[in-house]
């Protein structure tokens, strides 16, 4: 198991291999995905930070499909 980079509670990892970056399942935040940039940048970031670039990310989702968070959303 993996912790969500929001709530740090237990996810599961989703999406493993189909595009750079981590997929996340998590009971709190359900199902999106963190493009491999937004890890590589190595800042702290507080769980406001995150859930703010998660309602980003899922304002421009098409119906259907899993929000992916980018460094843009922070």
């Not at 189909?18 to 199902?31: I, L, Q, S």
């Not at 995150?50 to 980003?56: D, E, S, Y």
Request: hydrophobic share 30%; net charge positive.
């Amino acid at each position: 198991m993996i912790k969500c980079p929001i709530c740090n509670a237990e996810a599961e990892e989703i999406d493993k291999g189909r595009f750079d970056g981590t997929g996340f399942r998590c009971k709190t935040h359900g199902d999106f995905r963190v493009a491999a940039s937004v890890f590589s940048e190595a800042k702290e970031r507080t769980p406001g930070q995150w859930k703010n670039a998660l309602t980003r990310a899922r304002q421009r989702t098409a119906r259907g499909e899993r929000p992916l968070i980018t460094s843009d959303d922070f």
